[in-house]
C-alpha cells in the first residue's frame, strides 16, 4: 500500500503540475447518459407511484371522492407514458451501447469479470475487519454491475408484461394472469431494490450525504475518485487517451 | 261562567283543528282512499318483532307518490290488512295482480312474467321436481328491489335537468294532462338509466356472494377473489363504466332476473358467450373491443377456494364442512388446465416470496455493513 500511496502522490503531483487551473474532476456520467439518466429517473418515479396507485386500500381511495375517476384516468395515462418514454430510453442505451464510443467503452467496462466476484468476497472480508483495506475497484465495482445487470433484467421483464396488460385482449387469460402477477412482484423488488440498494448509495452513505451529485454535474473530484475507483484512477493517469475521455479541468 | 266559555273554546279550537285537518288532507299528494295514513303518517309508528328486528311502519306519502309503485293502492301488494290491528297480513307477493291495466294488453298487471323467469335463472328456486336446496339462502324479489324513487334521465350532457324538462316540454304539447305526462315520463325515463352505482350493485351482490358459508352451502366460493383484479380497481376509483357484477354476468341483452350457470349456454358467461361479453360491443362502452377467443375463455375473478381445493393445495377434512361441500363441487367445475394455471401462478409467486426478502435481504445487510465501516474508520481517524 505505501507503494501505491507513493505513487499516488506523485500522480497527484504530476497532475498538479499538468492542470494549470488547479482542481481536476473525473467524468462518470457523460451528457448523453446523465439525460438518460435523468429520463429514466423520473420514469421509474413516475411508474412506481402511479403503479402501487392500485393497491391502495378502498378506504383512502374513497377520500378522494368524485376527483376518483379523473386521479384514476390520469394516472393510467401517466403509467403508460412513463413505460412508453422507458422503453424508447431503453432502446436508445442499446444503440447506444453499440454504435457510440462511449456507449462500448460502458459495455466493456460493465462486463462481469471474475475479479468482481473476487471484490465482492474481498469487500465483505474488508467490512468485517478480516481484510484491512478495500480491494481497488474499476470504473465500475461489483456493486454497480450487479444492479445493472438487475436493471436490464427487470426492466424487459416489466416492458414485456406490461405490454402483455395493454394488448390484453390478443392474449390468453393465463398469459395475462401470469404477466399480471410478475409485473407486479418485479415491481414490488425493483422499488425496494432501488430505496435500499441505490438511495443509499446516493443519499445515506455518510460522505454522500445528504445527496451526491453526479448525477447532475457527471463528475467527481479527485479526491472521491482515488477513495472510490482506485483503480480506475491509475489507469486514467497511465494513459492520456483515458485521460482526454475522463478529466475535465476546472475552468475559471 | 268560565265553564260555559271554557267550553266554547274547546269546540272552537277542536272544530278548527278538525277544518285544518280536511285541508291537509285535500292538498295530499297522494288520494288516500283507504285511510292508511290515518296512522301510517306518523314517523315514529313501528315496532320491534320477534326476532327483536326494528320494523317501522310509517309512509312518507310525498316520497311514496314519488317512487315507481305510486299509482298503486296500499291493499294492491299489501293484502289481507282488512283487520285492526292488522293480525292477518300477508307477505307481499309481486306475482298478485294489482289492479292496474298494462296498456299494451289491457289486462291487469302482474309481475309474474318476470318471477316466472327468476324462478328458472340461477337465483330461482328451481322447478316443482327439482327444488334447490336451503331455499331460504336464495334471494326473493325485495333482497335486491325496493320501491325507489323515480328519477328520470339526466347526465347525457351534464347533470343538468335541462335535457328533461325540454323533452317533458314536448310531450306535454300534445298529452296536456301535465299530471299524467310527467309519471309517464319519469315512468319510461327511470328505466333508461343504472339505478344502483357500481360500488352499490358491487355491496348488493356480495352482500350474499361473499358469505363464504352460504356459498359453500351452494357449492359456490366467495367472490370476493374479485377484489384482486383490475376491473376491482377501476370501481374503487370511482370510474364511470367501470365493470361490477352484472356487466359481465348481465351484459346487454340479458336481464338481471335470468342469470344462469356459466355451463348454460343461455349465460352471459358461458364460453360461447364470452367473446360478445368482453368486447360488450352493444353496451355504452366496448370493453375489449378486440377480444380474441383466447382472451375471452379465461377465468376473471382470482383463483379462489375452489380451485385451490381441487389443486390439492388445500385440504379439506369432514369437520370442514364448508370446504367439504366445495370440493365435491370443485371436481366438476375446475379443469385440469385450470388447475395447472393456478399451480403456475402459485409457483411464480412463491418465487418472488423467497427471492425478494432474499436479495433485499442481502443488500439491506450489505449496506448496513458498508455504512458500520464508514463510520468505524471516521471514529478511528478523528
Known amino acids: 500500500m505505501k507503494d501505491t500511496a507513493i505513487a499516488f502522490q506523485q500522480e497527484e503531483e504530476t ?167 410478475v409485473h407486479g412482484m418485479e415491481a414490488i423488488l425493483a422499488s425496494l431494490a432501488i430505496m435500499i440498494w441505490h438511495l443509499y448509495e446516493i443519499h445515506l452513505k455518510p460522505r454522500k450525504s445528504p445527496i451526491d451529485d453526479a448525477w447532475i454535474t457527471g463528475v467527481i473530484d479527485e479526491e472521491e475518485m482515488k477513495e472510490e475507483y482506485p483503480l480506475h484512477y491509475k489507469k ?13 479541468r476546472e475552468t475559471q | 261562567m268560565r ?15 278538525l277544518h285544518f285537518g280536511t285541508v291537509f288532507a ?33 309512509v312518507n306519502d310525498e316520497k311514496f307518490a314519488r317512487s315507481v309503485h305510486g299509482k298503486l293502492k296500499c291493499k294492491s301488494c299489501h ?64 333482497d335486491c328491489h325496493e320501491n325507489r324513487i323515480q328519477s328520470s334521465v339526466t347526465g347525457l350532457w351534464g347533470k343538468s335537468e335541462a335535457l328533461s ?34 360500488p352499490e350493485i358491487i355491496k348488493l351482490c356480495t352482500s350474499c356472494h361473499e358469505d363464504s358459508q352460504k356459498m359453500a352451502r351452494h357449492g359456490l366460493e366467495s367472490v370476493s377473489t374479485f377484489k384482486d383484479t383490475f376491473h376491482w ?24 332476473h335470468d342469470i344462469r350457470s356459466r355451463t348454460d349456454p343461455m349465460s352471459s358467461i358461458h364460453t360461447l358467450n364470452r367473446i360478445d361479453t368482453c368486447s360488450n360491443q352493444g353496451g355504452m362502452q366496448s370493453c375489449h373491443p378486440g377480444a380474441t377467443a383466447e382472451f375471452a375463455t379465461g377465468r376473471v375473478h382470482a383463483y379462489g377456494t375452489k380451485a385451490q381445493l381441487a389443486a390439492g393445495m388445500k385440504v379439506a377434512t369432514f369437520e370442514d364442512h364448508e370446504n367439504f361441500r366445495l370440493l365435491e363441487r370443485a371436481e366438476v367445475d375446475i379443469s385440469k388446465d385450470e388447475i395447472f394455471h393456478l399451480k403456475v401462478l402459485s409457483l411464480i409467486q412463491l418465487f418472488y416470496k423467497v427471492f425478494i426478502p432474499l436479495v433485499i435481504g442481502f443488500m439491506a445487510y450489505h449496506q448496513w455493513l458498508d455504512w458500520l465501516k464508514i463510520i468505524r474508520t471516521r471514529k478511528k481517524r478523528r
Open chain 2, 3 to 17: 265553564p260555559i266559555y271554557f267550553k266554547y273554546l274547546t269546540f272552537t279550537a277542536l272544530f278548527l283543528l
Open chain 1, 15 to 181: 497532475s498538479e503540475t499538468d492542470s494549470p487551473t488547479g482542481k481536476i474532476y473525473f467524468v462518470r456520467l457523460n451528457y448523453s447518459e446523465k439525460v438518460q439518466h435523468m429520463i429514466f429517473m423520473i420514469c421509474f418515479v413516475t411508474l412506481v407511484i402511479t403503479g402501487f396507485m392500485l393497491k391502495v386500500p378502498e378506504g383512502i381511495v374513497q377520500k378522494l371522492g368524485s376527483a376518483g375517476e379523473a386521479v384514476f384516468l390520469i394516472r393510467s395515462l401517466l403509467h403508460r407514458i412513463a413505460g412508453t418514454v422507458m422503453i424508447l430510453v431503453s432502446v436508445y442505451h442499446v444503440y447506444y451501447l453499440i454504435f457510440k464510443p462511449a456507449g462500448r467503452r460502458w459495455l466493456f467496462d460493465m462486463l462481469p469479470r471474475f475479479k468482481d466476484l473476487n471484490d465482492l468476497v474481498g469487500n465483505c472480508l474488508y467490512y468485517f475487519g478480516v481484510k484491512k483495506e478495500p480491494p481497488e475497484f474499476d470504473r465500475f465495482c461489483y456493486k454497480h454491475k450487479m444492479e445493472y445487470g438487475a436493471l436490464i433484467a427487470g426492466t424487459i421483464l416489466m416492458a414485456a408484461t406490461g405490454l402483455i396488460m395493454w394488448t390484453e385482449y390478443r392474449w390468453s387469460k393465463f398469459i395475462i394472469d401470469i404477466a399480471t402477477v
Open chain 1, 236 to 248: 486514467i493517469m497511465a494513459d492520456p487517451k483515458l485521460q482526454e475521455i475522463y478529466i475535465k
Open chain 2, 233 to 256: 380497481s377501476l370501481v374503487k376509483y370511482g370510474v364511470k363504466n367501470a365493470p361490477d357484477c352484472i356487466s359481465c354476468h348481465v351484459p346487454v341483452g340479458y336481464t338481471t
Open chain 2, 26 to 58: 285535500d292538498s295530499e299528494v297522494l288520494p288516500d282512499t283507504e285511510n292508511c295514513l290515518y296512522c301510517h303518517r306518523y314517523p315514529s309508528m313501528g315496532r320491534y318483532d320477534e326476532s327483536g328486528v326494528k320494523r317501522i311502519f310509517y
Open chain 2, 165 to 198: 324538462n325540454e323533452t317533458l316540454a314536448r310531450c306535454i304539447g300534445c298529452h296536456t294532462q301535465k299530471d299524467w305526462a310527467q309519471n309517464f315520463y319519469l315512468h319510461f325515463t327511470h328505466r333508461m338509466r343504472r339505478t344502483r352505482s357500481q
Open chain 2, 79 to 142: 293484502a289481507g290488512v282488512d283487520k285492526i290491528p292488522h293480525t292477518d297480513v300477508k307477505k307481499v307477493d309481486c306475482t298478485t295482480k294489482c289492479h292496474i291495466r298494462e296498456p299494451s294488453t289491457d289486462k291487469e298487471f302482474s309481475h309474474i312474467n318476470m318471477v316466472q323467469k327468476y324462478e328458472t335463472s340461477v337465483h330461482g328456486n328451481g322447478s316443482k321436481e327439482k327444488p334447490k336446496p336451503f331455499p331460504e339462502d336464495l334471494p326473493t324479489c325485495k
